[in-house]
């Protein structure tokens, strides 16, 4: 079962950047790191994913470690409205089969003004 | 998202009672995919759809079963409803393919959920 790692909750000021960890350190080769978020009882939304390059996005940078088994989400002026559970997902890009995304509990960030 | 609606958005039954939730999309999409969420945990998958003539089990299917009348209809019937049933329900869409590969491959797509209570 693949699964990640991320601490329960954290706290943010308005305007600071939050970078969110995620511990993936059984992570292996063909699998990508997505990043989702969901604000209280919305749907989940994607932010951003990537193999082994940085990535960046208009919402969000995503670091990953040179061994991979970690990655770090960045909001870099992080504002109320990104208050929300923020889940790490690992996914094996494998073809046809390439579907499953495992939610765990995720990180909930909260951003105080 | 406007682009997968779910009705109803919120619903209370009864024990053993028969109970459709209903999700469409204009995406576009071919795969489409249930969800369920328990408070203060995360998504499970219940069932998924790659097109219409497809449709596999996903985590946690028993109680549950689907039916994909279109690609852009997909919907979960609950036969007899049992209060563990009660939870947070999301309707989620991706594409096959399209666009940048892999930016898009599995990007999903969720609605803005059905809250299902049973008694």
């Known amino acids: 079962d693949a699964k990640t790692t991320q601490p329960t909750s954290m706290d943010c000021a308005e305007g600071r950047a939050a970078n969110l960890p995620c511990n993936h350190s059984t992570i292996s080769g063909n699998e990508y790191v997505y990043w989702y978020r969901q604000i209280h009882s919305q749907g989940p939304q994607y932010i951003i994913h990537?193999?082994?390059n940085n990535e960046t996005n208009e919402m969000a940078s995503l670091i990953i470690t040179e061994d991979r088994k970690s990655s770090t989400l960045i909001l870099p002026h992080a504002t109320l409205r990104d208050t929300a559970v923020y889940y790490c997902?690992?996914?094996?890009?494998?073809?046809?089969?390439?579907?499953?995304?495992?939610f765990g509990k995720g990180t909930l960030l909260t951003v105080n003004p | 998202d406007a682009d997968v609606t779910q009705t109803p958005r919120n619903r209370i039954t009864k024990t053993g009672k028969r109970i459709m939730l209903e999700c469409s999309q204009t995406k576009g999409h071919d795969r489409m995919y249930w969800y369920r969420q328990d408070p203060g945990l995360g998504l499970q998958l219940i069932y998924y759809s790659f097109d219409v003539k497809d449709i596999n089990k996903g985590e946690i299917s028993d109680g549950y079963s689907v039916s994909r009348q279109a690609q852009a209809k997909f919907s979960l019937s609950l036969e007899s409803a049992i209060p563990n049933q009660t939870a947070l329900y999301f309707c989620?869409?991706?594409?096959?393919?399209?666009?940048?590969?892999?930016?898009?491959?599995?990007?999903?797509?969720f609605g803005p959920g059905t809250r299902l209570t049973v008694l």
């Open positions: 989620a869409t991706s594409d096959r393919s399209g666009g940048k590969l892999p930016v898009s491959y599995n990007e999903q797509f």
């Open positions: 990537g193999l082994k």
């Open positions: 997902i690992r996914r094996r890009d494998s073809g046809g089969s390439n579907y499953k995304l495992t």
